[in-house]
């Protein structure tokens, strides 16, 4: 059974443009959770979607947004990109009401 | 603030030993704890998960230990093996409010296994 794929594996931005990064998850979860994880901070919670609404929403300014599309797959969206936004981006996944989160490979966003 | 402590930082044990991981919570909320194992360059694997209804579980050489009273959880490691040597982080969650859907991690312990 395949794991949840990110992509790209790497991204290199400049300050003040825009990322988007992608998720799939595994199959029959319909749940996506994506997390930020930078140096020092540890895994911070970004947003949760269950069936195509987003469910949850962590400490993060707006210019952080996502969606989940009818497939369960998601998109996540970085604008007005800052420095600080270097950061390893993970997505989970789960089944529905389920607590087991796991994760993909990640996505790791530079912004030079 | 933290919602989930973890200790130590980091930890070295040799081959054949016990590494012992401990996590302290706040919110009494939480209902589900979990832990997960990181290698460089890759993402956290979930190891093994306890809910607050049981002390312990144990899952091949992986033990979780749990103490509601104390809102206090360890991750025992037995017959430590250098192809263990990875980040740990613990976590906690709940069904509830504003919570709802979002792990809570700890920092992190690197553990390393000397052969």
């Known amino acids: 059974e395949a794991g949840v794929t990110q992509s790209p594996t790497h991204l290199i931005k400049t300050r003040g443009q825009q990322a988007t990064l992608r998720c799939s998850p595994i199959?029959?979860?319909?749940?996506v959770y994506w997390y930020q994880q930078a140096l020092g901070l540890g895994l911070q919670f970004l947003l949760w979607y269950d069936e195509g609404e987003e469910r949850n929403r962590g400490n993060f300014p707006p210019r952080f947004s996502g969606r989940q599309f009818p497939n369960y797959s998601s998109e996540l969206n970085v604008n007005a990109l800052e420095l600080e936004d270097s950061a390893l981006y993970l997505c989970?996944?789960?089944?529905?009401?389920?607590?087991?989160?796991?994760f993909g490979p990640g996505t790791r966003l530079t912004v030079t | 603030q933290q919602q989930v402590k973890q200790s130590p930082q980091s930890l070295i044990v040799q081959k054949g030993g016990i590494s012992i991981i401990n996590c302290a919570y706040e919110n009494t909320a939480f209902d589900y704890f979990p832990w997960y194992q990181q290698f460089p360059g890759k993402g956290p694997a979930l190891l093994i998960a306890i809910r607050p209804d049981v002390s312990e579980k144990k899952e091949g050489r992986f033990t979780i230990s749990f103490n509601k009273s104390a809102k206090q959880f360890s991750l025992h490691i037995m017959d430590s093996q250098p192809g263990d040597s990875a980040t740990y982080f613990c976590a906690a969650s709940s069904r509830r409010g504003s919570t709802l859907g979002r792990l809570y991690f700890g920092r992190g312990t690197q553990l390393t296994v000397w052969p």
């Open positions: 989970a996944s789960s089944l529905t009401g389920a607590n087991e989160q796991y």
């Open positions: 199959s029959g979860h319909t749940s």
